[in-house]
């Protein structure tokens, strides 16, 4: 079956930088978007980033131009670079994939927790 495994969260100081890893199996991975999303407490899960199965990206304007979103096609493997971390950010982060032709066909990983605290 599809597996969306999520590693790579942890606490980091404001500032700081992690890089999230979402390892995909059970699935041709290529032919997916793939998305980030978070859920802090108390708050509606929010998309953060996507990248499409052609390599197009977009974000929230919240993390543009200090998280970075990137896939390998051979590896299965969707990353969330996030620099310049805030408190703000913090949250529980998902992964997604959507199939690019039947979008109904979407999967969720179980989450990565990131905490931003001095």
């Known amino acids: 079956q599809v597996q969306l495994v999520e590693s790579g969260g942890g606490l980091v100081q404001p500032g700081g930088s992690l890089r999230l890893s979402c390892a995909a199996s059970?699935?041709?991975?290529?032919?997916?978007?793939m998305h980030w999303y978070r859920q802090a407490p108390g708050k509606q899960r929010e998309l953060v980033a996507s990248?499409?199965?052609?390599?197009?990206?977009r974000y929230v304007d919240s993390v543009k131009g200090r998280f970075t979103i990137s896939r390998d096609n051979a590896g299965n493997t969707v990353y969330l670079q996030m620099n310049s971390l805030k408190p703000e950010d913090t949250a529980v982060y998902y992964c997604?994939?959507?199939?690019?032709?039947?979008?109904?066909?979407?999967?969720w990983g179980q989450g990565t927790q990131v905490t931003v605290s001095s």
């Open positions: 059970g699935m041709i991975f290529r032919v997916y978007h």
């Open positions: 997604n994939s959507q199939h690019n032709i039947v979008s109904s066909r979407t999967y």
């Open positions: 990248i499409t199965t052609g390599g197009t990206t």
